[in-house]
Every structure is written in structure tokens, then in C-alpha cells.
């Protein structure tokens, strides 16, 4: 959409670009002429940027992206770690099948609205690097403006992760269009390297205006969690930055921003930003009551208003042919529960459930009555613990093993810790399963770990992964009209 002249496709961008919005959200979706206002005017005060990224959060719940085909559903199909129907619509994305027509739609609606979001993001960057700073109240001028570039430098990662290769395979080949302004002007690709860098400039500087966040400044950061986490807060810039490092194969830095993350989660601080499950919380005696997705481990989260209607349906027997969950054999055999006794496994025990006459996926189901409903993960913090442990493998095995311990004994492992003195290679097939086991519905962690390190083979693809596998076709009006290659 971004590597082309807006004029030319001028109907497509009225259906997808829009400049500026009023307070309502559903607003900010319309973009019918009565609901736009000049841009200065919106603007004028602090609540005008406040209503920008609440659409911007808003828009990314939508189904064409964490609300369905960017979370649970498309780029989590690519992990195979569902066992999808041969006779539903998930079977080709299972297949790798990127030309099959419903499967092209999805991927063309994931660029279109993820670039639709990067684009109300740079109005806002716009205008609030020129704006009076004495509209703001507190450290919000920051914070808005740290929110809005971390969002920038996290949503196009998300698109190199998608359309264009891994440093490990090519890091010269063409990177996703890196749009930093609303504007006719035709942005040119650069380098898988240098598009990186300029993700992780983003990243960077997201993580110094957000360091004034109540969520790493307050003496009571566990207080700030429900009105900072469903934001890009300081700490899912740390991460990022982890995560963005580790992508392009600096595990210096990577370390450097996952041991951020780490020594938090390993302090004796009560009131920490983020902190392990309670183990009462997942072994209450009720289901509304249990914390299946172990929420307090969240860094980054989005608040999905009708959340019911897509868990309950997906992950339960009333999707049919739609179903996306792994079967009762597949389950066990990723939580190793036969094969090293690994039933207690809070993931898999407290994670899936009898409905009908099968298990599924439970975790992100939605409970009535419970304090757990309507969120998605977007960052754990025992990403950074995976991280830190492939960052260390070499160096320091011992450390690395004492990390996914860690892990281990959060889920209800503690019983069976890995040995200490495990190879770089045996403590690197324990964090691919570590994948296996903690994302699985969560955006395709695992499949964006087998590209990464440009894997030879994803468990349980019936085909050898290839560039034409790893690297998502970008959609053909752009290579048409914008000469977009990757």
C-alpha cells in the first residue's frame, strides 16, 4: 500500500487511509465526510492524541489482525500447531498455500491494515512533534509520543517477521516499505538490514520518551497495569528491542534489553510491573476463576471487545470445520505428557478442555463472570527468559539452563528441571520447545522462531520450509502499481 504513489490508488486508499478523527473510536473507523474534521483542530488538545491511539489499538483487534488473523488464526496456523480440518478454510495457510484465493484475501488484509494503523500513527508524529507541549498533562506529551513510535517500530517488525526474508537467509534482500510520514511521496524499500534499523531507531527512541511511564516509575508499577498495559508501554519497548535484536542475530543486545525484563521478573519486589502466575490463580477451584493465560505475566496486551464470539467459537466444537486447537494427541505430544510424563504441566493442564466430545484449547476462552475475559497477549515476559538463555547457550550454558528453569518451575515443572550442564545444541532444542509449549494461539511465535533461524524444518508441515514458505507474498496491487519485491 506504502511503496506507491497515493494517487494512484486513490480508491483504495479512501477505503483504508484516513487523517484525522473525532473522540468516539467507532469514529475514527468511519471514514464517511461527516466524521472528519481538520487535522488541526483535532489536534488542539491532548485529547485529540489520546483518541488517536485509541483508535490505532482499536484497529489492530480488528479480525484482519490480532483479532483473529494476525493472532489466533492465520499466522498461528503457519506454526502447525493446530490440527486444522481438511475440509475448513485454515487448511490451505496450513498447506503454505499463499495463492489459494480466501488465503490471498487474508494476507493482502493483514498489509493493508497494518499499514493502514503505521499511517494513522505518522499523522499523529506529525502533529505532535510540532504541538505546544503545555497542552499535555503530566509526562503524557512523552508517553504519547513514545507509545505512538514504539507502535511504528513494533507494527513494522511485525511485517518484516511476515513479508520479507530473515537476516539469516538474505539480509540484503528488499525489506517491507519503512513509512515514517503520511504523504504522496513514493517510499522506496531498502535492505532487510537497514529497513531493521530503522525498526530498532524506532524502538529506541519509544524506549527513552516512555521512561517517564507510571509503569517503570511508580514505586507500585503493579497498580498501573490496568491502564498501562493495554498500552505500548516502556517495558514492551524493552522488549521489542529484545525481540528486534535477537532478529537480526545481535545477541549482545539482545541480552542487554532481555535481562531488563529478567531481573524484574527474578526480583523480591512485591509490587512488581509484571510478575509469574500465582499458582492459587491457576488451581482455583472454579473456571472463571482460574487464570488460564497466566495474565499477570503479560507485558503487552490488547483489549478485544467481542472476544467471546472469536474464542468461544474457534476454540470450541461450535467451529466445526473452523476449529483451531490441536488434538488431544497432538497436545500431548507437544507437552510431552506421555513421553516425559509432563501432565502437570500447567499449560496443558489448566489450557485445555473437554467440549463435546473433544479437548480444545482453552485458555483464551472467555468465561462468564471472569476478571480474565477480553484480552490478548501480545508480549510475555518469558520471551525475554527465551531470549536470554539462546543468548547464553555459548557462553554461559549454565545460566541459560537456570532460566528456563525458571520458566519450568512456573509451569508447574519444578519437579523436572533440565540439567545444568546441557549442550549449546540440547539447550537450544529445550527453547524451541519452549515455543511449542507457551505460544501456541499467540501470533505465530513459533513460526516466526523457525524463520528466524531459517529452520530446515517446521514440525508438522507436510513440506520443507523455503523462502517461498517463510516469506509471505506482498499483495499484487502493490507489485503492480509500487514495484515492490521481496
Known sequence: ???????????????????????????????????????????????GYKDQLTGVYTAMTNKNMYGLQMGIGFTEVLSQSYDVDANGGWLYPSEYNYTETSTRI???????????????????????????????SNNNYNVYKGEALG?????????????????????????????????PELVSQKTVNATMQLVLNDLLEARKCLGSDSLKTSATPFSFRSSRISHFNYYAAVASLARAYLWIGDKANALKYANE????????????????????????????ET?????????????????????????????????LSPSENKAREIYEVDSKAYGN?????????????????????????S???????????????????????????????????????????????????????????????EYRKEFVGEGGQLFFYYKRLNASEIKGAGVAPSKAIYVLPIPSVDQELGGYTN
Not at 486513490?10 to 487523517?19: G, H, N, Q, R, W
Not at 504441566?345 to 468465561?367: E, P, S, V
Request: charged share 25%; net charge negative.
Open 106 to 136: 487474508r494476507i493482502d488484509s493483514i498489509w493493508s491494515n497494518t499499514y493502514r494503523c503505521i499511517a494513522n500513527l505518522n499523522v499523529m508524529l506529525r502533529n505532535i512533534n510540532k504541538a505546544d507541549t503545555t497542552i499535555f
Open 261 to 288: 525484563i529478567v531481573a524484574i521478573a527474578e526480583s523480591s519486589a512485591l509490587n512488581k510491573p509484571f510478575r509469574w502466575v500465582d499458582a492459587t490463580s491457576v488451581e482455583a477451584a472454579q473456571d472463571y
Open 371 to 433: 476478571a480474565y475475559n477480553n484480552v490478548y497477549p501480545m508480549i510475555r515476559m518469558t520471551e525475554a527468559f527465551y531470549i536470554a538463555a539462546e543468548c547464553l547457550k555459548d557462553s554461559d550454558p549454565e545460566r541459560a539452563a537456570t532460566l528456563l528453569n525458571e520458566v519450568r518451575d512456573a509451569r508447574n515443572l519444578g519437579s523436572y528441571p533440565l540439567e545444568t550442564n546441557l549442550s549449546a545444541a540440547e539447550i537450544q532444542t529445550e527453547i524451541w520447545k
Open 291 to 323: 487464570d488460564h493465560a497466566f495474565t499477570p505475566e503479560f507485558i503487552f496486551q490488547l483489549k478485544i471487545n467481542g472476544w467471546e464470539d472469536i474464542a468461544n467459537y474457534y476454540f470450541k466444537a461450535a467451529s466445526t470445520t473452523e476449529s
Open 151 to 183: 507502535l511504528r517500530g513494533f507494527l513494522h517488525l511485525e511485517m518484516m517477521r511476515l513479508f520479507a526474508s530473515s537476516p539469516a537467509y538474505d539480509a540484503n534482500a528488499n525489506g517491507v516499505p519503512y513509512v515514517t510520514e503520511y504523504s
Open 345 to 369: 504441566d500447567y499449560r496443558f493442564l489448566k489450557g485445555y478442555q473437554i467440549d463435546g466430545d473433544k479437548k480444545y484449547l482453552c485458555k483464551l476462552w472467555y468465561y462468564e463472570n
Open 1 to 47: 500500500m506504502t511503496n506507491i504513489k497515493y494517487g494512484k490508488l486513490k480508491a483504495l486508499i479512501l477505503a483504508t487511509l484516513f487523517v484525522c478523527t473525532v473522540s468516539s473510536c467507532n469514529d475514527w473507523l468511519d471514514v464517511s465526510p461527516k466524521s472528519q474534521i481538520k487535522e488541526e483542530e483535532h489536534f488542539k488538545t491532548e485529547d
